[in-house]
């Protein structure tokens, strides 16, 4: 009896009761759990003092400039300088829009601080998704693609127009972050930038080297 109701038993975990049974690969990997207190950590990662490097490259030309980006709150102000003669151009962003000031005084004002930088410098970055993607975090939008490493760090990301690789990290004020990160712009994203912002060629990349990070963000100096 003992034996017959073993074979019964073995025959229905062999049925269709056994399928129902989640298989053990849909489990969340450790990976998958490490990515979650990631995401969950650098999420609240909404205030810094940056420094660092930006390079931009398209078909015709390239060109290179510092980068200092101080955030508060929903507050940005970010520097770039070295560039454009040798000048510096200054933007404001907050929830209201974005302002820029180019190295001959001149003023631009637009809805996002994508298109204010375009307008100003001639420069395509995508400073709305910045934030996130420096962060190693994917912007609140859809994903066409990601990777993630077995720590649990975001290797690359496809995602609202670029294709988003980290090659290195590093920590800053205790917090493992990208350190080298590179965004190279999908074909349609080239192809909207020529046609509403003036840029020529079918290439677009965007390197970013970030040299010193801290969660200090001066909100006084931002707003002069």
Request: some cysteine; charged content about 25%; aromatic content about 8%.
């Amino acid at each position: 009896m003992i034996r017959a109701g073993c074979a019964l038993l073995a025959a229905i975990l062999l049925s269709g009761g056994c399928a129902r049974i989640p298989p053990a690969a849909l489990a969340p990997s450790a990976a998958d759990a490490l990515w979650a207190a990631r995401q969950e950590q650098l999420n609240n990662l909404r205030q810094w003092n940056l420094r660092g490097r930006v390079a931009i490259r398209t078909s015709e030309s390239g060109a290179s400039a510092h980068l200092r980006w101080e955030r508060k709150d929903q507050q940005s102000r970010i520097d770039l300088f070295g560039a454009f003669g040798g000048g510096k151009a200054r933007l404001w962003v907050d929830e209201n829009g974005a302002r820029l000031r180019d190295h001959q005084g001149q003023e631009f004002e637009a809805d996002s601080a994508t298109q204010v930088l375009a307008d100003g410098t001639g420069w395509h970055i995508p400073l709305d998704q910045l934030g996130y993607w420096i962060r190693g975090l994917p912007a609140p939008s859809e994903v066409r693609a990601i990777e993630t490493d077995a720590r649990g760090a975001l290797i690359s990301l496809s995602q609202l127009g670029w294709d988003i690789t980290y090659s290195e990290y590093a920590v800053f004020d205790e917090k493992e972050l990208p350190r080298k990160i590179r965004m190279m712009a999908w074909p349609d994203t080239v192809k909207n930038f020529s046609t509403h912002a003036g840029l020529i060629g079918d290439t677009l990349i965007v390197k970013i080297l970030i040299e010193h990070w801290s969660e200090r963000a001066t909100a006084k100096e931002m707003e002069q």
